[in-house]
């Protein structure tokens, strides 16, 4: 549930001058639509991260309350066009302007994060990416989502399965996935969106996350803006992608990969810290 009302955010944003719509227009009919990156703020709040029915994956359970501090991320995932513009080419297999880019490694998207954030007169949130890599969540520029991040914003006040609902029809609504998507993902933000702006939170593409995976973590995780194990394996990716069936959409559902694979189903959406 959200700590304080939305409305009150939606006139700070208001306010700031700052979008909470993401574009639905095709990208490739519109080169600046698909350069365009649109941060929507996302309010303080506490919610129930994980399987609170207890019926689905072991890694989803305890269910258990977590707050998170308000941020901005970005309505939809990265386009292949905005992560050429800043990188300087589109490693993506399905290619399309504004389709989300894939490909990219979980360092490939740290380092589009920093590169992003010199561009925008930001502060850069990693060091030494290749190296002992450290993250300065102080900073005030762009970087991957946490893990409770993530699914604090797909969620968006729901408990249902997806932000739409609990059925496949609810999913249709507003995912690309195995059932619906053709085998490729699609341009961003034609489906529907939640309450707080966001496309493609289920489906499309994988999101890579900040945290390392721990099989038991939610019974270890602090309650209060957790960031994954200090040390592990694999990194997050959530929301499932064109490639898998509903199951593999829900909010709860944990995805985890070596950091350093560059999947044809995987890409990333952005987060800034809130001042």
């Known amino acids: 549930m959200r700590s304080r009302p ?90 399309g302007k504004s389709k989300p880019v894939e490909k990219v490694t979980w360092y490939d998207a740290l380092r589009f994060c920093n590169a992003l954030s010199t561009r925008d007169g930001f502060q850069p949130v990693y060091t030494d990416i290749d190296g002992n890599l450290t993250a300065d969540f102080s900073a005030d520029g762009y970087r991957l989502p946490t893990e409770a991040e993530w699914e604090y914003a797909c969620r968006a006040g729901t408990t249902t399965p997806y932000y739409t609902g609990s059925t496949k029809a609810d999913l249709d609504r507003c995912a690309w996935y195995s059932g619906n998507a053709g085998d490729a993902p699609r341009d961003r933000g034609l489906k529907e969106a939640n309450s707080f702006g966001l496309y493609d939170m289920h489906g499309n593409v994988y999101e890579w996350c900040w945290d390392w995976y721990g099989s038991s973590y939610y019974s270890e995780s602090v309650n209060s803006n957790p960031r994954g194990p200090a040390v592990g394996q694999q990194k997050i990716c959530r929301g499932g992608s064109w490639f898998v069936f509903e199951y593999g959409c829900r909010s709860s559902f944990r995805s985890m990969l070596e950091p350093e694979y560059p999947g044809i189903d995987i890409g990333f959406r952005i987060v800034r810290t809130a001042g």
């Open 6 to 95: 939305f409305r009150s955010f939606l006139l700070v944003l208001l306010a700031a001058g700052i979008s909470v719509l993401g574009s639905s227009c095709s990208d490739d009919e519109d080169d600046d639509a698909a350069l365009n990156l649109d941060m929507v703020l996302i309010p303080a709040g506490s919610f129930t991260m994980g399987d609170a029915s207890g019926t689905t994956e072991p890694n989803e359970r305890p269910a258990h309350t977590v707050s998170v501090n308000a941020f901005f991320m970005s309505s939809m995932e990265i386009s292949q066009a905005l992560y050429e513009q800043v990188i300087g080419f589109n490693p993506s297999q399905s290619k």
